[in-house]
């Protein structure tokens, strides 16, 4: 079975730095997505790990920690723009390493 | 470049109607996905496909039908519609399965009265 957990909501500053941290608890890994889905839009693609660390691109960065399950999103220098779902997706190789979604995380910025 | 599109964009179904949501991309993908996204529910696979001719079912396939008879079109068809089945819909495409990111649609916004 798979279980991805984040934080239904969060707010923050405009300018400031927010982390929204994403935890798994699948039968096997096989790389995290992190997507961004503005209200009554798609959502688009921001980040994908497979390998521990830090990936840092622009304004956003993303962490893994394979052996915790534990994933964050970093959005630094907040715009009001960001306001948006982040939403965190797991590849299992159990299940055909289609990726699966967290619930995402609504981020409102405010001034 | 067009992308992953969605037609239609807004339908309203009474229950026990039937209808086809219709997915084109036109980037060469092999995977295709339908996914329905509910308040509070995050984004739920129905039904995906891993090349032209084939398809499998995803978490929650109860009610859909799906076909993936060209390899840019992937179809999703409720036979008889009921009011569980208002929700956002969202198809997605993927070069493979590998670490390559899914390209959404606008999404369907369907309601059942």
């Known amino acids: 079975g798979q279980n991805i957990d984040q934080p239904t909501e969060m707010t923050a500053t405009e300018g400031a730095i927010v982390q929204i941290n994403c935890t798994y608890q699948?039968?096997?890994?096989?790389?995290l997505f992190w997507y961004q889905q503005h209200a009554g839009e798609a959502p688009t693609f921001l980040s994908y790990?497979?390998?521990?660390g830090l990936e840092e691109k622009g304004r956003f960065s993303s962490f893994l920690s394979r052996s915790k399950g534990y994933s964050y999103l970093l959005l630094k220098e907040l715009q009001m723009k960001d306001s948006a779902s982040y939403l965190c997706?797991?590849?299992?190789?159990?299940?055909?390493?289609?990726?699966?979604f967290g619930r995402g995380t609504s981020l409102i910025v405010h001034p | 470049n067009a992308g992953v599109t969605q037609t239609p964009k807004f339908r309203v179904l009474k229950t026990g109607q039937s209808m086809t949501l219709l997915c084109a991309q036109d980037m060469n993908h092999e995977y295709m996905y339908w996914y329905r996204q509910d308040p509070g529910m995050g984004l739920r696979l129905i039904h995906y496909?891993?090349?032209?001719?084939?398809?499998a079912k995803g978490e929650v396939p109860d009610g859909y039908n799906v076909s993936r008879l060209k390899k840019q079109n992937f179809l999703l068809g409720l036979e008889s519609a009921a009011p569980s089945q208002t929700s956002v819909y969202f198809c997605?495409?993927?070069?493979?399965?590998?670490?390559?990111?899914?390209?959404f649609g606008d999404g369907t916004r369907l309601s059942i009265l």
């Open positions: 997706a797991v590849r299992d190789p159990g299940g055909s390493y289609i990726p699966t």
């Open positions: 699948t039968s096997g890994f096989n790389g």
């Open positions: 997605a495409s993927s070069l493979d399965s590998l670490n390559q990111p899914q390209h």
């Open positions: 496909s891993v090349g032209e001719g084939t398809t």
């Open positions: 790990n497979v390998l521990d």
